[in-house]
């Protein structure tokens, strides 16, 4: 399905230059703010309590989240779960304070504003529960870039699978520098949404390299940046299409999916917008600097030697 049709090719290889160097400096300017600010992690990293509260009719969330506030809760959690009357809160550790003592205050002081008030549950996180969710975190990510590297390795050539994989790298990177910056709170859906990303990022990549492979073989007498030119002008309604609807339904989630669902689908707002820009203007150049050629991709027919008698 195609929503338009451009009928010249668009020269985006002759803009190599200037926007991977667009990229390199986003990327050098996110690792600086990660390094200078660091992330700003949530109870399941760093350690924390987690409360499960019931109440006998639907809880009110923003009273909950202000009553946290005056105890100075400011960076606790509150999310529903399972139906409106569950209430999960996922407080932070506070200064000369142990978990039972505060998640007593906690749930006396939501008593007051709700007699009907449950305690479910309490949970203490610790520092080392914390630390294995990073190693878990960064395996995670680890052995998707193996996945990924392996994958277009053998379906296509190994330079479009070090192209992929620092494109995708480029896209991890700006969301950690992003909310490194802006000290967003990261937690374990925006993991979720960055390995998300990893994924749709290296899908929007094949649709390019398979055109690209298709090209060489159909194109005769092109050279490798026009090729290149006419794979991503050929795949550009596909891409608006694709990317379009996904960033509509993302869109929604950030915009009315509620606090428990706004890191997660600002993650993944940032991701989808730099994977669009790094697999046709990163990943792209890369593979032409790489040097791929149709030698690569097209197997030459091998020549019968007549037997000279």
Known sequence: ???????????????????????????????????????????????????????????????????????GLDQATVQVYGSAKNVMLRLPNKKDTNSATLSNSVFNTLKVGSPDVQIKSVEYIGPQVGRDLVNNGLMAIA????????????????????????ANMHDVVIILGCFA??????????????LAVLGYSVNESVVVFDRIRENFRTIRGGTVPQIINNAITATMSRTIITHGCTEMMVLSMLFFGG??????????????LFGIY???????PIVMWLGVSR???????????EAVV
């Not at 109440?55 to 946290?68: F, G, K, P």
């Not at 052995?143 to 392996?150: A, K, P, Q, S, T």
């Not at 606090?259 to 989808?272: E, K, V």
């Not at 030698?295 to 030697?305: A, D, H, M, T, W």
């Open 143 to 166: 052995f998707v870039c193996i996945g990924i590297m392996i994958y277009l390795a053998l379906r296509f050539e190994w330079r479009f699978a070090v192209a992929a994989i620092l």
């Open 181 to 194: 910056a802006f000290q967003w709170e990261f937690s374990l859906t925006v993991l979720a949404a960055i």
């Open 259 to 272: 606090p428990s669902l706004h890191y997660f689908a600002l993650a993944l707002t940032i991701g989808i």
């Open 278 to 284: 790094s697999s046709v203007l990163v990943a792209s």
């Open 1 to 71: 399905m195609e929503f338009f049709k451009i009928k010249k090719d668009i020269p985006f290889m002759s803009y190599g230059r200037l926007t991977t160097s667009i990229s390199l400096l986003t990327f050098i300017l996110a690792i600086f703010f990660l390094f200078s600010r660091g992330l700003n992690l949530s109870v399941e990293f760093t350690g924390g309590t987690l409360m499960e509260v019931q109440y006998s009719q639907a809880a009110n969330v923003d009273q909950i989240r202000s009553e946290l506030d005056k105890m």
């Open 295 to 305: 030698e690569n991709l097209v197997k030459q027919p091998k020549r019968k030697e």
